[in-house]
């Protein structure tokens, strides 16, 4: 079973706005990542948050991490066109491998 | 330039034709994994190698094999592939899982239908 679930599943904004984007999961994690994804192509690695960490920032990106209720969300400042893509977030158990959620489609509306 | 190459971008075959798709990364990674992605099931793991002659199921190993003989190259094969695995396939590789920072460097994908 997933690991992790992305909410919502499919977004629509417009150019400028901001992005939010959540990701759930069941059990205890070392870190939580966040990848991009443009159609068909292969997954982007965005963010790394630790469990020990509760917000990260990397240019645009804000991610947040909340252990106690096992929720990470991804938010993206001042949308663009070229922001439309599938986001994931990826959660490591035991150190041993990732375990990918469904994704989020992100679109952006010029 | 550090990469994740797959081969080939694109397979048509029948059932029951073995095939492999090769991956090759070039940045020492002990780590290597194979997924496929199907919608609405998002990326599923079908093998992992946390380094050379060390694999492991994923999610999703039936009907795969693989093997890592080499530490750049990870080829996943289908002794018997069937419709069923009609899929996208991606390649990943890493650091060791465990490590401060691991983030998954992905190949450009295999798209391979199974007629």
């Known amino acids: 079973s997933q690991q992790g679930e992305e909410d919502p599943q499919a977004l629509s904004i417009q150019e400028g706005e901001n992005a939010t984007m959540n990701c759930s999961y069941k059990?205890?994690?070392?870190?939580l990542q966040w990848y991009r994804q443009n159609s068909g192509r292969g997954l982007v690695h965005l963010i790394l948050?630790?469990?020990?960490?509760r917000e990260k920032h990397s240019g645009r990106l804000r991610v947040t991490l909340d252990t106690s209720k096992k929720s990470s969300s991804l938010l993206i400042t001042a949308s663009r066109a070229a922001d439309t893509a599938s986001y994931f977030c990826?959660?490591?158990?035991?150190?041993?491998?990732?375990?990918f959620g469904e994704g989020t489609q992100l679109t952006v509306n010029p | 330039e550090a990469q994740v190459t797959q081969n080939p971008r694109y397979l048509i075959t029948v059932t029951g034709k073995k095939l492999t798709v090769t991956c090759s990364q070039n940045?020492?990674?002990?780590?290597m994994s194979w997924y496929r992605q199907d919608p609405g099931l998002g990326l599923r793991q079908i093998y992992y190698?946390?380094?050379?002659?060390?694999?492991d199921k994923g999610d999703v190993p039936e009907g795969y094999k693989v093997s890592r003989k080499e530490k750049r190259n990870f080829p996943l094969i289908l002794e018997s592939p069937s419709p069923n695995q009609t899929s996208l396939y991606f390649c990943?590789?890493?650091?060791?899982?465990?490590?401060?920072?691991?983030?998954?460097?992905f190949g450009p994908g295999t798209r391979l239908t199974v007629t």
């Open positions: 948050i630790r469990s020990n960490e």
């Open positions: 940045m020492n990674h002990e780590y």
């Open positions: 990826a959660t490591d158990r035991h150190g041993s491998r990732l375990t």
């Open positions: 990943a590789s890493s650091l060791t899982p465990g490590t401060d920072t691991y983030e998954q460097y």
């Open positions: 190698s946390m380094n050379v002659e060390v694999t």
């Open positions: 059990t205890s994690i070392n870190n």
